[in-house]
């Protein structure tokens, strides 16, 4: 190794050392929190626009609209209550943490996808990105099953 990279690796080391450690979110949510915040996010008997208790930022009026829309076709379509499956449950910086989630069965079916949660005033929340990611793959999944006149 020639001295430039090494005194480059030996600077960026020197940074690192000195810099704070980011916070990590200490605990992390169990998996029947995670789950209950997933069951609720899906929940049609609650209006998308109410879920600011679980979803940070909350959905805008738009979002909301399309999302209520879709959890209430999939609903009249017999494909919820969705049932989760929650691993991998890790830390992450700054009060976030990660976790691994699955619907298992089925067409109703997802495979295993990562999730995105804030610890906010001791309360977890699901990120807006994650929420918006994951309503998208179930009214995905749902919806290429179905046959024409369906959902």
Not at 62 to 84: C, K, V
Request: glycine share 6%.
């Amino acid at each position: 190794m020639n001295r430039t990279k090494l005194s480059a690796i030996a600077a960026m080391a020197a940074a690192l050392i000195a810099s704070p450690a980011p916070a990590y979110a200490d605990p992390v949510p169990s998996t029947d929190e995670v789950a209950a915040i997933m069951a609720k996010l899906t929940d049609p008997s609650i209006p998308a626009a109410d879920k600011t208790d679980i979803v940070s930022p909350g959905f805008s009026p738009e979002e909301a609209q399309t999302i209520d829309d879709h959890l209430n076709r999939l609903n009249a379509s017999g494909y919820s209550p969705f049932n989760f499956v929650v691993t991998d449950i890790q830390p992450a910086p700054n009060n976030f943490a990660g976790a691994t989630v699955a619907v298992p069965y089925g067409v109703r079916g997802t495979a295993p996808g990562p999730i995105v949660l804030a610890d906010q005033g001791g309360r977890w929340l699901i990120t807006h990105e994650t929420a918006m990611t994951a309503l998208n793959v179930f009214w995905y999944n749902a919806t290429r099953h179905i046959h024409h006149g369906g959902i």
